[in-house]
C-alpha cells in the first residue's frame, strides 16, 4: 500500500490505537507485509487447481441441482433437495468463487476466465457495479462512518456515531427485509444510482449503470423464474418455487456472513477526522479493528467465501482465498504482540451481537444526535 | 445442418447458463468442448535432444491455418498462462484438426523449457488463430520455390514442404538448411528421405565435419549459386537467425529481387530493461505518447498526459483501473515485480511502466 503517505500529526486516532507510537505502527506494517510477501511469492500450481477443481465443482453441482429439481416431477422430494443443492452452488458460486475473483485474487493465473475485469456473478447487481462500491468504498474506508457506504447499507444505524432520526425506529424490520432480499440490497445499494434520483451524476453514465442493471436483472430473474420453470411444463410453479428457495437460502447466509464482517460487537468505528492523516499503519490496523472473524472449520470458510476471515481478508484483499487459514494465526499473534483486540467468535455469537445492535440502536442513546427528518 | 441446430440450441443455453454462456458449462464435462481454441497433446516425438514435436489435435473453437503461419500456443505453467508462437510444421489434417509444432528448447526459456522436459501426452493446451503470411503461393503446381533455413527455422519450411509432398505437388524445390551438427539438426532423416528430383534438398553443417556430399559452413552467395544457379528465378523464403536472415536479405535486396523473398524471425527478443528504468508510454486510444520513469503509476503518468482513466482507490486493492496492456511491460510497484504479457489487464495506479509500453487508454 504504498501510495500513502506518512505523516504523524497530531490528528485524534482511535483510542484503541493510543498506545502505539509511529516507530510501532510502521514495524506492524512492515510484519503485515512481510506475511502477504511470503504468501504472494509461493502461488503456483496448487492454488490454480483449488481455484479451477472449485469451479468445475460448483458447475457440476449446480447442473445435477437443477436436474434433481426437474426429477421433482417424478417424485416431490427432488424438489426440496434440488432446491438444497442449488442454494449450495450459488452460495459457493457467489461467496468463494465470485466475491474473490471480484477482488482480482485470481488475475495472476491470467486466465481471461477467470479475471477481475471479465467475471459476472450469478446474482442481480452486475459485477462491476458491485467492484466499484465494494473493492472501492467499502475496502478503502472500512468502517470510516459517512465514508464506508456498507456500513448499515444506509438503512441501519449500528453504531452510536451515527446520527438517529425516527426512521431508524423501524429498522429491526428493514433488518429483516434485508435479510431476505440481501441480494437486491446490494444490487440497488449504490452510491451512484442513489444520487441519480437527486440528478447528480452526469446522466449518461448514471442511465448506463442503471441499463446494466435491468439487463443483468431481466437475464436472473427470466432464467431462474420463467425460462427454468418453463422447461418444467405443467411443473411451472413448484419449479419456480424451489429456484426462489435456492435464492432466498442464499440470501439469507450472505447476509449473516457479511453482517458478522463487521458490524458485531467490539468491531470499531471510525470517524473521518481519525483517518484524515492515516499512515500506512494506520490503515492496516483499521482494517483489523475494523473487521471480525467468523471461528469454525473449513467447511465454514469454504461456504463464508472465506470472509470467516474478514480480518485477514481485509488486510490483504488480493490474496487468493484459500490461503487466508494459513496466514491467520499468523496475523493472529502478530495482533497480540502489539496489543490489537483481533476479533473472532463463533457465528452465532457473531449474529446475536449483530442483532442486538440492531434493536439497540434503533432508538437513540441519551447523549447521541439527533436528526428529526431525513 | 447439424451444425447450425447445435449453434442454435447453444444460443439457447445461453440464456439458462447466465450469466455465463453454455460453454463454460461444457467444458466442465469436456474441456474440448469449449468455444475458445484448445487442443489435446496427442504425441510427442523426441527430434533432438533439444527439440520436441507437439502432435496436437485441436478443438472446433480453433480457426485452423496453414502450414508455415505461427499459432499461439498457451500453457499454464506454475499455475501462470503463457503464450508463445510456434510455426504449423505440418498441415492442418482437415478431418481429425491434427497439426504438429516443434518446439526447440531455449536458454532461461521458460515455455520451450517446460514443453521439452514436463508436457505430457494427454495435456492440454490454449490455442489462438494462426497468423503470418509465410506460407505457400495459392497457386503453386507449376511454381519454383526455394527455401533457405537454420537451425530451429527449418519448422515453418518443413511445414510447407510436408504439405507439398502431401498435395503430391508439381512445384519444383530447392532448400538449403544450416545446422551446428548433424545431432542437432531438426527433422534431419526427414529431410533426407524427402530428397528427390524434384525437391533437392541440401544439408549443410557449421560445427561439424560435413558427411556425403552435404555442405560445410554459412550461408554465402558463392554456396546458393553451388546448390541454385537459378536461385533469381525463384520464389525464396528464409527463416532463422538474424545472421542468416541479414545475409539472404541483403543478396535478395542487391539483385533487386526483395519482392521475391518471404522472411520469418523466429527469435523475438524482448528488450532487455535495467532495473528500475521507465520508458514511453503510448495511450493507443487517446493517440498520445509521452516519457515516464519507473517510479511514477501509469494513473499519473496518464492523468499527466490529460487523460481520464477510470479508477477507484488508487492504492491498488479495487481493480477500479484496470487497463489492457497492448505491448511491453510493467512494474508491480509494491512488489517491484516486472511482468505483462500482451492483452493482460494490468492495474495501473500501482504499476509503472518498465521499459516502452503501450496501453488500450
Ligand atoms: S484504482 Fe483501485 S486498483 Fe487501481
Known amino acids: 500500500m504504498t501510495s500513502l503517505n506518512h505523516s504523524h500529526s497530531a490528528v485524534p486516532v482511535h483510542p484503541s490505537l493510543a498506545h502505539l507510537s509511529a516507530a510501532d505502527r510502521d514495524a506492524f506494517a512492515d510484519e503485515v507485509e512481510a506475511i502477504e510477501a511470503r504468501v504472494m511469492s509461493s502461488l503456483g500450481a496448487r492454488d490454480a487447481r483449488y481455484i479451477r477443481r472449485l469451479i468445475s465443482a460448483q458447475r457440476w453441482l449446480e447442473l445435477v441441482a437443477r436436474l434433481v429439481i426437474f426429477a421433482g416431477i417424478l417424485h416431490w422430494s427432488g424438489f426440496i433437495i434440488g432446491a438444497l443443492m442449488l442454494a449450495l452452488a450459488k452460495i459457493l458460486e457467489n461467496m468463494e468463487i465470485g466475491h474473490n475473483v471480484l477482488h482480482g485474487q485470481w488475475d495472476w493465473l491470467r486466465d481471461p476466465d477467470i479475471q477481475a475485469a471479465t467475471w459476472e456473478w450469478d446474482n442481480v447487481c452486475p459485477s462491476a457495479q458491485w467492484q466499484r462500491s465494494h473493492n472501492h468504498l467499502h475496502h478503502k474506508w472500512t468502517n470510516v462512518i459517512g465514508m464506508d457506504r456498507d456500513f448499515g447499507y444506509h438503512i441501519l444505524r449500528l453504531s452510536d456515531q451515527q446520527p438517529w432520526h425516527p426512521g431508524y425506529l423501524v429498522q429491526p424490520v428493514s433488518n429483516l427485509l434485508m435479510a431476505l432480499f440481501f441480494q437486491w440490497g446490494v444490487a440497488i445499494h449504490d452510491d451512484e444510482l442513489a444520487t441519480l434520483r437527486q440528478g447528480e451524476t452526469p446522466a449518461p453514465r448514471a442511465r448506463q449503470k442503471l441499463d446494466n442493471l435491468l439487463r443483468k436483472i431481466g437475464r436472473q430473474l427470466g432464467k431462474d423464474y420463467l425460462l427454468f420453470p418453463l422447461l418444467a411444463g405443467p411443473f411451472f410453479l413448484p419449479v419456480l418455487a424451489a429456484n426462489a428457495a435456492a435464492n432466498l437460502l442464499r440470501n439469507l447466509w450472505a447476509y449473516a456472513v457479511i453482517f458478522c464482517g463487521h458490524f458485531p460487537d467490539d468491531v470499531h468505528e471510525f470517524t473521518p ?60 499473534e502478530l495482533c497480540a504482540r502489539y496489543g490489537i483486540p483481533y476479533n473472532s467468535h463463533g457465528l452465532a455469537r457473531q449474529l446475536f451481537t449483530v442483532w442486538r445492535k440492531v434493536f439497540r440502536y434503533a432508538v437513540p442513546g441519551r447523549n447521541d444526535t439527533v436528526l428529526q427528518a431525513r | 445442418m447439424v451444425a447450425s441446430t447445435v ?37 510427442l516425438i523426441q527430434e533432438t535432444p533439444d527439440t520436441v514435436t507437439l502432435v496436437i489435435r485441436a478443438n472446433g473453437a480453433w480457426a485452423g491455418g496453414e502450414a508455415g503461419q505461427y499459432v499461439q500456443l498457451g500453457l499454464d505453467i506454475d499455475g501462470v498462462r503463457y503464450w508463445r508462437c510456434y510455426s504449423l510444421a505440418s498441415p492442418v489434417q482437415p478431418g481429425s484438426r491434427e497439426f504438429s509444432v516443434t518446439v526447440n528448447r531455449l536458454d532461461g526459456g521458460r515455455v520451450s523449457t517446460y514443453i521439452n522436459d514436463c508436457l505430457r501426452a494427454g495435456d492440454l493446451v490454449h490455442l489462438k488463430a494462426t497468423a503470418g503470411d509465410f506460407v505457400l503461393p495459392a497457386q503453386r503446381d507449376d511454381q519454383k520455390l526455394l527455401f533457405i533455413s537454420a537451425g530451429s527455422g527449418v519448422t515453418p519450411v518443413m511445414g510447407m514442404l510436408r504439405q507439398l509432398i502431401a498435395e503430391r505437388s508439381g512445384a519444383d524445390v530447392v532448400m538449403l538448411h544450416f545446422s551446428p551438427d548433424y545431432a542437432h539438426c531438426i527433422f534431419h532423416d526427414e529431410l533426407r528421405a524427402s530428397n528427390s528430383e524434384q525437391r533437392r534438398i541440401h544439408l549443410a553443417v557449421t560445427r561439424e565435419d ?110 477500479g483501473c484496470l487497463a489492457t496492456l497492448k505491448e511491453g511491460q510493467v512494474r508491480d510497484l509494491n512488489t517491484g515485480e516486472v511482468f505483462g504479457e500482451s492483452g493482460e489487464k494490468v492495474r495501473i495506479c500501482v504499476c509503472a511502466a518498465a521499459g516502452d509500453v503501450s496501453l488500450e487508454l
Open chain 2, 210 to 319: 560435413a558427411r556425403d556430399g552435404d555442405l560445410a559452413g554459412h550461408f554465402s552467395a558463392d554456396m546458393l549459386e553451388q546448390v541454385c544457379p537459378d536461385w533469381r528465378s525463384r520464389q525464396a523464403y528464409v527463416c532463422g537467425p538474424s545472421s542468416l536472415m541479414s545475409a539472404v536479405s541483403e543478396l535478395f535486396l542487391g539483385a533487386g529481387l526483395s519482392s521475391q523473398l518471404k522472411q520469418e524471425a523466429f527469435v523475438l527478443k524482448r528488450a532487455e530493461v535495467p532495473e528500475g528504468a521507465g520508458g514511453k508510454v503510448g495511450f493507443v486510444v487517446a493517440g498520445k505518447q509521452v516519457d515516464a520513469d519507473g517510479k511514477t503509476s501509469l494513473l499519473e503518468v496518464a492523468e499527466g498526459a490529460g487523460l481520464t482513466p477510470e479508477h477507484g482507490c488508487r492504492m491498488g486493492i479495487c481493480c
Open chain 1, 273 to 332: 477526522e481519525q483517518v484524515a492523516n492515516e499512515d500506512r499503519g494506520h490503515w492496516y490496523l483499521r482494517q483489523v479493528l475494523g473487521s471480525a472473524n467468523i471461528s469454525g472449520g473449513p467447511l465454514m470458510h469454504l461456504l463464508s467465501g472465506n470472509l470467516s476471515h474478514q480480518i485477514e481478508h481485509h488486510l490483504y484483499p488480493r490474496m487468493p482465498s484459500n490461503r487466508y487459514a494459513e496466514v491467520a494465526p499468523q496475523v493472529r
Open chain 2, 7 to 43: 449453434k442454435k440450441l447453444l444460443r439457447a443455453g445461453d440464456w439458462l447458463a447466465t450469466p455465463l454462456n453454455a460453454a463454460r458449462y461444457l467444458e466442465t464435462i469436456n474441456p474440448l468442448w469449449s468455444d475458445h481454441g484448445r487442443g489435446r497433446v496427442e504425441r
